[in-house]
C-alpha cells in the first residue's frame, strides 16, 4: 500500500500530539501528581507509536514505545515523577521533534539517533523495579455475563445509573475475532475506534491497554454509553472484516452483581488511588458526554495553498469593482450604480470570511516559548518566570510562519542579557526569580506583541561607547544624539555590547534580524528601557499581509499608494517656511520640528515647474513608532481597498517601494514603504 498519500495526515496530526505533549509536560513538572496529565501523554505517546508504526518509521515506534513502558509504571505506582525523568520526557520530545522535522524534509525519519535515549528510559525502568516488590500488576475488571447476572464494579454501576438518569442507553458488548486474525491489537482497534465515535467507553476486559499490547486471545467485552440505539451500534461493528460474531447486551433489561474492587489485596496504596482515580475519571467522562455533547466545535484542516487560490479571486473582484467605479457611462448610470454595490456587499462579505479563515490564534507561537525559557533558566542558572497574555490573539497565517524567529531572539535577548543571575538581583532589592512577560493584543487593524522583562534594562552609554568604538558614529554625533536613538543602534547589523560572544543571545546580537524580519512583513519594532528597571520591545504588525486601506497620491505623472495605517494624518504647509538644517529640510508644524521629504526627490520622478514654485504643498505625515516625517506629494486621489502584488524577486529589494497594485483602469500603482523613509 502506498503510504504517501497519508503523509500530510500524518505530519498534521503529530505536529499537534507533540505540541500538546510539551505543553503537557510544562505542567506536569509543576504538578506531578495529577494523574490525569499524565493519561494525556501516555495517551499521545500510544497514539504516536500505533501512528509511526503504520506509516513504518520504526525510530518513532521504538522510542515511544519505551515512553509507554516508563509512563505506565507511572501511573501503576512503581516510579515517581522527578526532576530527572521529566527531563529525559522532554529529550523524548525533542527527539521525536527532530524525527518528525526529517520526515517533512526528506520524507523519511533517518538514520536511528536515539539508542542513548531509549537506554536512559530503560534505566528508569531498570531502576523502579529493582526498588519495588515485585506483583502482577493493575487487576481488570473481569466482566462476566450469562443470560441472567453480569458482574461489574461500583464505580461502572455509578456510570450506568447516572447515563439511565440522563436517558443514555447503557451496553455491555462482546466482540470475538476471527481465529485466523493475524493482527488482533489492530483489529481490536479498529473496533475501539469505531465505538468511540458512538459512544463513550467506561470500562473494558481485558484492559484496553493489554487489548493494544495484544495480551488477550480473540474475545474481548467493553461497557458503554451511547445516545445511539442497539441497532445503530450493531450495524456500524459488523461492518468490520475479520470479526466472528458481535453481542451487544442492553443493560437496562439485565440485572447485575456490584462488586468493589478496592476490597482485593492491591499493590500498594498507590497503585489502590490509581485505579479509584482511574474509575472516577470514566464515571466523569459520562457526565461530560451528556453535558458537552451540544457543545462539540467543529473544526477542519485547509491546504493553505487553496486559502491563497480563494484570496486571489477576491483580489480579481475587487479590481473588478474598481474598474466599474471608473466606468462614467451617463445612460446606464443607475444600473451600474447597482451593480457597484451588490458587488461591493459581496467582495466585503467575502473578503471577511476569507480573513476569519486565514485568521489563527497567536498562540500557535506562543505555546513553544515556555519549554524554551525553562531550559535557558537552567542552563544560565537564574529564576525566571514568563507570564504570556493574549495568546488567542488572532493575526493572518502569513504572519504566525514568519513571527516566530524573531521573538525567540527578543525572548533570548531578555533572558541572556536583560534578566541579572540571583545575587545581582538580591543586591538590586529585586524579587529573585526575573519576570519576562509575552504579551499580544489587537489594536486597530494593527496586532502588537510586546517582550517586557523586570532586569537591567539597556545601558545607554555602554552603547555609545561600543558604536563609537566600531566606528558606527562619531564622538560628536553621539554627543548630539538622544537616548532613544542611541537605543536604536541595536539593531545595527552585527552590533553587540557584549565583549564575549554568547551562543545564547546577546542584547543586539541577532536584532538586526528582528527588525528586518518584521518590516518585511510591514509592521514596526519599537525600543522603550528604563536603565536598572527593565526593557519593553513592542512589535507592530499588519493583520494581514493581502488586501489594505490605501491613500492615492499623485506625484508628477505617477500614482502611488500609501497605506493607510502608516499615515498619522494629512496637511497643507507654506513652502517659504521650511527650514534647511544640515541638508535636511524640516518645518515648524504645531510646535515640533517635523522632518520633510519630497517623494518625488525619494523616488527620482520629474514635475512640472509650476508645482515647484507653488507657495503651498500637500503632506502626508506618516509614522513609525513615536516618530513622525512629512512627505510632499502633488495631489490626493482619495482612499481605496488595494490588493498588494509582489513586484517578483528582480525587483524585491528596492528602497522605498513595498509592492504594487492593479488600479481600476487597468495600470499600475506602486505602493510606497514608508518606514524605509525613516
Keep these: 500500500m502506498d503510504m504517501n498519500q497519508y503523509l500530510d495526515i500524518f505530519m498534521e496530526e503529530s505536529k499537534e500530539h507533540l505540541q500538546n505533549m510539551n505543553e503537557i509536560l510544562m505542567v506536569?513538572?509543576?504538578?506531578?501528581?495529577?494523574?490525569?496529565?499524565?493519561?494525556?501523554?501516555?495517551?499521545?505517546?500510544?497514539?504516536?507509536?500505533?501512528?509511526?508504526?503504520?506509516?513504518?518509521?520504526?525510530?518513532?515506534?521504538?522510542?515511544?514505545?519505551?515512553?509507554?513502558?516508563?509512563?505506565?509504571?507511572?501511573?501503576?505506582?512503581?516510579?515517581?515523577?522527578?526532576?530527572?525523568?521529566?527531563?529525559?520526557?522532554?529529550?523524548?520530545?525533542?527527539?521525536?521533534?527532530?524525527?518528525?522535522?526529517?520526515?517533512?524534509?526528506?520524507?523519511?525519519?533517518?538514520?536511528?539517533?536515539?539508542?542513548?535515549?531509549?537506554?536512559?528510559?530503560?534505566?528508569?525502568?531498570?531502576?523502579?523495579?529493582?526498588?519495588?516488590?515485585?506483583?502482577?500488576?493493575?487487576?481488570?475488571?473481569?466482566?462476566?455475563?450469562?443470560?441472567?447476572?453480569?458482574?461489574?464494579?461500583?464505580?461502572?454501576?455509578k456510570a450506568i445509573n447516572m447515563a439511565i438518569r440522563k436517558d443514555f442507553n447503557p451496553y455491555l458488548i462482546k466482540i470475538s475475532l476471527d481465529k485466523k486474525c493475524m493482527l488482533k491489537s489492530a483489529r481490536a482497534y479498529?473496533?475501539?475506534?469505531?465505538?468511540?465515535?458512538?459512544?463513550?467507553?467506561?470500562?473494558?476486559?481485558?484492559?484496553?491497554?493489554d487489548i493494544e499490547d495484544e495480551k488477550f486471545e480473540f474475545d474481548f467485552e467493553l461497557i458503554i454509553i451511547s445516545e445511539h440505539k442497539k441497532d445503530i451500534i450493531e450495524k456500524n461493528i459488523v461492518t468490520i472484516s475479520e470479526i466472528e460474531s458481535v453481542n451487544v447486551i442492553d443493560l437496562r433489561e439485565k440485572t447485575y452483581n456490584v462488586i468493589d474492587l478496592t476490597k482485593n489485596n492491591l499493590p500498594s496504596v498507590e497503585s489502590e488511588k490509581n485505579e479509584e482515580t482511574k474509575k472516577e475519571k470514566r464515571s466523569d467522562n459520562v457526565d461530560n458526554l451528556i453535558n458537552m455533547k451540544t457543545r462539540t466545535t467543529k473544526t477542519v484542516r485547509v491546504d493553505i495553498d487553496r486559502l491563497d487560490n480563494l484570496?486571489?479571486?477576491?483580489?480579481?473582484?475587487?479590481?473588478?469593482?474598481?474598474?466599474?467605479?471608473?466606468?462614467?457611462?451617463?445612460?446606464?448610470?443607475?444600473?451600474?450604480?447597482?451593480?457597484?454595490?451588490?458587488?461591493?456587499?459581496?467582495?466585503?462579505?467575502?473578503?471577511?470570511?476569507v480573513m476569519k479563515v486565514r485568521m489563527v490564534p497567536i498562540e500557535r507561537v506562543f505555546n513553544r516559548f515556555p519549554r524554551m525559557v525553562r531550559d535557558l533558566s537552567k542552563e544560565l542558572n537564574k529564576e525566571i518566570s514568563l507570564i504570556m497574555?493574549?495568546?488567542?490573539?488572532?493575526?493572518?497565517?502569513?504572519?504566525?510562519?514568519?513571527?516566530?524567529?524573531?521573538?525567540?531572539?527578543?525572548?533570548?535577548?531578555?533572558?541572556?542579557?536583560?534578566?541579572?543571575?540571583?545575587?545581582?538581583?538580591i543586591r538590586s532589592h529585586k524579587d529573585k526569580t526575573g519576570v519576562v512577560k509575552l504579551s499580544a493584543y489587537p489594536d486597530g487593524n494593527s496586532v502588537v506583541i510586546e517582550v517586557e522583562d523586570d532586569g537591567k534594562g539597556i545601558d545607554t552609554e555602554a552603547i555609545r561607547r561600543k558604536a563609537i568604538e566600531k566606528n558606527i558614529i562619531s564622538l560628536q554625533q553621539s554627543q548630539l544624539m538622544e537616548d532613544n536613538e542611541i537605543i536604536q543602534l541595536l539593531f545595527s547589523p552585527g552590533f553587540s555590547t557584549k565583549d564575549e560572544i554568547s551562543d545564547i543571545s546577546g542584547r543586539g546580537v541577532g536584532l538586526d534580524v528582528v527588525k528586518n524580519k518584521i518590516e518585511t512583513l510591514g509592521g514596526t519594532v519599537e525600543v522603550y528601557s528604563?536603565?536598572?528597571?527593565?526593557?519593553?520591545?513592542?512589535?507592530?504588525?499588519?493583520?494581514?499581509?493581502?488586501?489594505?486601506?490605501?491613500?492615492?497620491?499623485?506625484?508628477g505623472d505617477e500614482i502611488y499608494a500609501i497605506p493607510l495605517n502608516n499615515i498619522q494624518e494629512i496637511s497643507t504647509i507654506q513652502t517659504n517656511e521650511i527650514r534647511s538644517i544640515h541638508d535636511k529640510e524640516v518645518i515648524l508644524f504645531r510646535n515640533s520640528t517635523l522632518p520633510i521629504l519630497r517623494l518625488?526627490?525619494?523616488?527620482?520622478?520629474?514635475?512640472?515647474?509650476?508645482?515647484?514654485?507653488?507657495?503651498?504643498?500637500?503632506?502626508?505625515?506618516?509614522?513609525?513608532?513615536?516618530?513622525?516625517?512629512?512627505?510632499?506629494?502633488?495631489?490626493?486621489i482619495g482612499q481605496q481597498e488595494i490588493v498588494i502584488k509582489s513586484l517578483g524577486k528582480y525587483l524585491a529589494n528596492i528602497k522605498g517601494i513595498a509592492g504594487a497594485t492593479i488600479l481600476g483602469n487597468g495600470s499600475v500603482a506602486l505602493i510606497i514603504d514608508t518606514n524605509s523613509f525613516f
Excluded at 479571486?313 to 474598474?323: A, N
Excluded at 528604563?530 to 506625484?555: D, E, N
Design 28 to 157: 506536569l513538572e509543576n504538578t506531578p501528581n495529577n494523574l490525569d496529565l499524565l493519561n494525556e501523554i501516555f495517551r499521545i505517546a500510544h497514539t504516536l507509536k500505533g501512528m509511526s508504526g503504520t506509516m513504518g518509521f520504526n525510530n518513532i515506534l521504538n522510542l515511544t514505545h519505551e515512553m509507554e513502558n516508563v509512563l505506565d509504571d507511572i501511573r501503576h505506582g512503581k516510579m515517581e515523577i522527578t526532576e530527572n525523568v521529566i527531563d529525559i520526557l522532554f529529550e523524548c520530545f525533542d527527539e521525536l521533534e527532530r524525527y518528525i522535522y526529517k520526515i517533512e524534509k526528506y520524507n523519511h525519519e533517518g538514520e536511528n539517533t536515539s539508542e542513548l535515549l531509549i537506554k536512559k528510559l530503560r534505566d528508569l525502568i531498570d531502576k523502579s523495579s529493582s526498588t519495588e516488590d515485585e506483583y502482577e500488576g493493575e487487576i481488570n475488571l473481569e466482566l462476566q455475563s450469562d443470560d441472567e447476572l453480569i458482574t461489574i464494579d461500583a464505580h461502572v454501576e
Design 190 to 209: 479498529i473496533v475501539i475506534n469505531t465505538l468511540e465515535k458512538l459512544s463513550e467507553i467506561i470500562d473494558s476486559s481485558p484492559s484496553i491497554e
Design 311 to 353: 484570496m486571489n479571486l477576491v483580489s480579481e473582484l475587487i479590481i473588478i469593482k474598481t474598474r466599474l467605479d471608473d466606468i462614467d457611462n451617463y445612460d446606464q448610470r443607475q444600473d451600474i450604480n447597482e451593480t457597484t454595490e451588490h458587488l461591493e456587499r459581496i467582495t466585503t462579505s467575502l473578503h471577511d470570511a
Design 389 to 425: 497574555t493574549g495568546a488567542e490573539t488572532e493575526v493572518d497565517r502569513t504572519v504566525i510562519d514568519e513571527i516566530g524567529d524573531p521573538l525567540i531572539h527578543l525572548l533570548r535577548n531578555s533572558i541572556d542579557h536583560g534578566i541579572e543571575d540571583i545575587n545581582t538581583r
Design 530 to 555: 528604563t536603565f536598572g528597571k527593565g526593557s519593553r520591545f513592542v512589535i507592530r504588525l499588519p493583520l494581514t499581509l493581502a488586501i489594505i486601506q490605501a491613500l492615492l497620491v499623485t506625484t
Design 600 to 636: 518625488a526627490d525619494l523616488l527620482n520622478v520629474p514635475i512640472a515647474t509650476e508645482k515647484k514654485d507653488e507657495e503651498e504643498a500637500t503632506i502626508v505625515i506618516v509614522k513609525k513608532g513615536d516618530r513622525l516625517v512629512g512627505i510632499i506629494v502633488d495631489s490626493l
